[in-house]
Nanobody, 124 residues
Framework: QVQLVESGGGLVQAGGSLRLSCAAS????????MAWFRQAPGKEREFVAG????????YYADFVKGRFTISRDNAKNTVYLQMNSLKPEDTAVYYC?????????????????WGQGTQVTVSS
């Protein structure tokens, strides 16, 4: 079992940056593949970025490639999402997710553990 707590969301102007953090409980953080998803009002939850257990392989949705970077610090049990060049369409609740089995999966159903989410609002 792992518990996830996101932080770092907020209000930012278009073109600005934010860094989200996701702190995980437990001593087996390095055994989980991690990911960030987001959900805008009235839309389905969608994959944003994923990272393998070691951090050696990363995966991105096309709409964030070149703007967002996912990383992890297994010593601190934390995964990050650095978001640059933010756009109003990036406005959503961002969720951290962990998977015991799948690395780089884009599917919500492949992740068994979720945080409560953090709101990101980008103004134009």
């Amino acid at each position: 079992q792992v518990q996830l707590v996101e932080s770092g969301g907020g209000l930012v102007q278009a073109g600005g940056s934010l860094r989200l953090s996701c702190a995980a409980s437990g001593r087996t953080f390095s055994s989980y593949a991690m990911a960030w998803f987001r959900q805008a009002p009235g839309k389905e939850r969608e994959f944003v970025a994923g990272l393998s257990r070691s951090g050696g392989s990363s995966y991105y949705a096309d709409f964030v490639k070149g703007r967002f970077t996912i990383s992890r610090d297994n010593a601190k049990n934390t995964v990050y999402l650095q978001m640059n060049s933010l756009k109003p369409e990036d406005t959503a609740v961002y969720y951290c997710a962990a998977s015991t089995y799948y690395s780089g999966s884009y599917s919500v159903s492949d992740y068994g553990f979720w945080g409560q989410g953090t709101q990101v609002t980008v103004s134009s």
